[in-house]
């Protein structure tokens, strides 16, 4: 944790957020200066090769221990707003008092659902779903994973009565209230008419029968108060209003300034993810469209399933090193990687190719190669899928006018300057990159009239591409985009053996 002590009595504000690594949080004044900082690290569990799920549990213990530690580097007697953002959209299912009834179900990476996502598309057709929520359903989707549990695990839902995502958890733990924000709700497909921005009753109550149904808000809206016995937890006092909150990857965008159609973050981090601020709520091919933060807002979106956390595999499957280390022995690897490619599809793929069974695959490698290689072909390999994922916004009509990079896989240089490098685009690095929380204290201050603004960023510096470095990637990403055609049917052949090995 650090700490800067500002003016006495100086109102602040909470933003927390809770990842799949860890929870963040940050205490800041009303013009964005940072007063303090807390982490506490988390995992997710992989009980099975498609299914991700973490204990929301944890979330409520980690998240009261960030507060308490913010509540103690600042004054608690001067917090005037607190806002919680997370990974997302999850499903968490719990009893009327709020109580989990099992794991959290994960966002995108986890892809249990594959048939649910299947019959529901035939059920209710491909075209009047992407019409109604601006998007196909896929293994982001929230609706399927519902169907999953009713039918897979039937003592669970019978005891369920509240569907939560991870942010909307943690404030009905710290208000009583139960509340999903906008967007989150515009990601729990098919439940969600972005056209009207409501729930859509019909399929609404047929995928949640038997469950109540949260109140909808924006993000930016107070929405509850922290209770009593919260505050005795957490540190921080009782009557402090809350925001409704958002996903993380929104949270974050607002930290970043992304407010202007045509602005895109693209977020570094286990996984990668992009919003881009979209013109209206016209869907668009292979992307996500969703309700966006700012209320009347829409956004387009699109992630993949592995990033960040390949990079972990790599440092953990060649052990005996430092990260910082293994970067550097990636950093002295030329371009291209000596011939290797890698595909990032270890936990499948959302976008592009939506292929829950698509799988992770390494070409080229030889007896020279060593762990900096893997590294390099690592982040090389998601530098191909960001570029084919940016080809896919240029087609829509509504190309990116300026990216923003964040996430704490800014920090190290060599992945931002890959990417920049492979698709010969610009980016921005924000002077502050503490992330979500940041952006979620930002909408924390501007329910408590702290601030009138809706940007705290400001430009640290910018990373151009390198045309000799982007003439190599030319070649190697002709390499990569011919792998999976080629691969597919082999993979899922393979994914159902691991299915089957993995089988109870």
């Known amino acids: 944790m650090t700490a800067r002590r ?49 204990d929301p549990r944890e979330w409520w213990s980690a998240t009261v221990a960030v507060l308490r530690d913010l509540a103690q580097a600042s004054d608690p007697g001067v917090i005037c707003g607190l806002c919680v953002s997370g990974l997302g959209p999850c499903l968490v299912l719990c009893d009327a008092q709020d109580r989990p009834t099992r794991p959290a179900i994960l966002y995108g990476i986890d892809m249990r659902a594959e048939a649910e996502i299947i019959e529901l598309t035939d059920r209710y057709g491909a075209d009047r779903i992407r019409r109604r929520t601006g998007k196909a359903l896929s293994s982001q989707a929230i609706g399927p994973k519902l169907l999953w549990v009713a039918r897979h695990e039937p003592d669970v839902w019978s005891r369920s009565r509240r569907w939560h995502s ?29 056209t009207t921005n409501q729930w859509y009753e019909p399929w609404l109550e047929e995928l949640t029968a038997g469950l109540d149904r949260p109140r909808l808000a924006w993000p930016g809206e ?18 402090t209003p809350m925001c409704a909150g958002t996903v993380d990857a929104w949270a974050e965008s607002v930290s970043a300034g992304v407010r202007a159609p045509g602005d895109l973050m693209l977020m570094y981090g286990s996984t990668m ?23 009347s807002s829409y956004t387009l979106a699109a992630g993949m399933s592995s990033s960040g956390l390949l990079a972990d595999w790599v440092r953990d499957l060649t052990g005996g090193t430092t990260y910082d280390r293994l970067v550097r022995e990636a950093a002295a690897v030329p371009a291209g990687a000596d011939g290797l490619v890698l595909l ?41 899928g960001v570029r084919q994922i940016l080809d896919v916004f240029d087609a829509t009509g509504e190309p990116p006018r300026r990216i923003v ?16 490098d ?55 990403f002709a390499g990569y985009r011919a792998l999976y055609p080629l691969l597919r049917n082999e993979m899922h052949r ?7 090995a993995s089988t109870p």
């Open 222 to 239: 107070t929405v509850g108060r922290v209770t009593a016995s919260a505050a005795a937890e957490s540190g921080v006092p009782a009557g």
């Open 166 to 194: 991870a942010h909307s958890y943690i404030l009905a733990r710290l208000t009583g209230e139960y509340v999903l924000d906008h967007h989150t709700a515009s990601q729990n497909d098919p439940l969600y008419d972005l």
């Open 405 to 420: 990079a964040v996430g704490g896989g800014t920090q190290g240089g060599l992945w931002t300057q890959i990417v920049t």
């Open 422 to 476: 492979v698709t010969g685009r610009p980016q921005i690095i924000p002077a502050q990159t503490i992330g979500a929380s940041y952006g979620g204290a930002l909408l924390a201050a501007r329910a408590a009239e702290l601030t009138t603004h809706f940007d705290w960023s400001t430009v640290a510096r910018e990373l151009t591409p390198d045309p000799a470095v982007h003439q190599t990637y030319e070649e190697t």
């Open 273 to 295: 993810f992009f919003v881009q601020v979209a013109r209206d709520a016209a869907p668009q091919h292979g992307l996500w469209k969703t309700a966006g933060v700012w209320p």
């Open 344 to 384: 990032p599809y270890f936990a499948g793929e959302r976008t592009p190719i939506f292929d829950p069974k698509a799988r992770g695959v390494i070409v080229g490698l030889t007896l020279r190669h060593r762990r900096g290689h893997l590294l390099r072909a690592a982040y090389e390999g998601i530098a191909y």
């Open 494 to 500: 393979l994914a159902a053996l691991g299915e089957r």
């Open 6 to 54: 500002v003016s006495v009595g100086e109102p602040l504000v909470l933003g927390v957020d809770l990842g799949t690594g860890s929870v963040k949080g940050v205490a800041a004044t009303g013009d964005g200066a940072v007063v303090a900082t807390a982490t506490r690290t988390q995992r997710v569990s992989i009980p099975r090769p498609s299914h991700v799920e973490m």
